[in-house]
């Protein structure tokens, strides 16, 4: 992928007037950065949730989300891309990680405390420019508090992330910490109660 933005540049370059280059290289970095954050692992499908509990928290995370595209008071954002636009152009622009932790976390607390699980905040990368905000759930009669971050990849811990792609994404917490976010600072919990 370096090597592909590397001769972009190189071309681009021998064809651009010094003045412009500065604007390809950005423009490949760019490209390179927005390639290179599509990739990781694939979200739990909603079809392979095989707790109830955990199921009755999918639906009402899609039906937050699906709710946060038809407001007609907001427009949301994902990603990178997303980041960009509620950064450069505000207004009723939404979609920043920490502004979907909000709203999915109040989105799904009633059904999460219903099936007799827990939520709480997660962050990754915490004072980093990759800092990453997401909903973690878990059953907290399989696992404790303490135990959440270090907990094996069978245990009932869940991670609600819908900055990424805009879509109602869960994750196993032990594949959404692998994920490729530049990890300088281990992932920590974070409250959110209000």
């Not at 905040?121 to 508090?145: M, Q, S, W």
Request: net charge positive; aromatic share 8%; charged share 20%.
């Amino acid at each position: 992928m370096l090597a592909a933005a590397r001769r972009l540049l190189t071309q681009r370059s021998l064809a651009v007037p010094s003045a412009g280059r500065h604007q390809a290289a950005l423009a490949a970095l760019c490209m390179c950065v927005l390639l290179l954050s599509a990739c990781g692992t694939a979200p739990i499908r909603s079809q392979d949730v095989r707790s109830p509990a955990l199921a009755r928290i999918d639906k009402a995370f899609a039906q937050t989300v699906a709710a946060a595209h038809k407001d007609p008071h907001a427009e949301w954002h994902s990603g990178w891309t997303g980041n960009m636009w509620v950064n450069f152009w505000g207004n009723n622009n939404l979609g920043l990680c920490y502004q979907w932790q909000r709203l999915v976390y109040d989105g799904v607390i009633d059904t999460v405390h219903q099936v007799g699980w827990q939520a709480t905040g997660i962050v990754i990368n915490k004072g980093t420019p990759h800092e990453h905000h997401a909903v973690l759930v878990y059953d907290p009669h399989r696992i404790g508090e303490k135990a959440l971050l270090t907990a094996a990849r069978t245990r009932p811990v869940f991670v609600l992330d819908a900055w990424r792609r805009g879509q109602a994404d869960i994750y196993r917490l032990a594949d959404w910490t692998a994920m490729p976010f530049w990890k300088k600072v281990p992932a920590q919990l974070q409250s959110l109660k209000r």
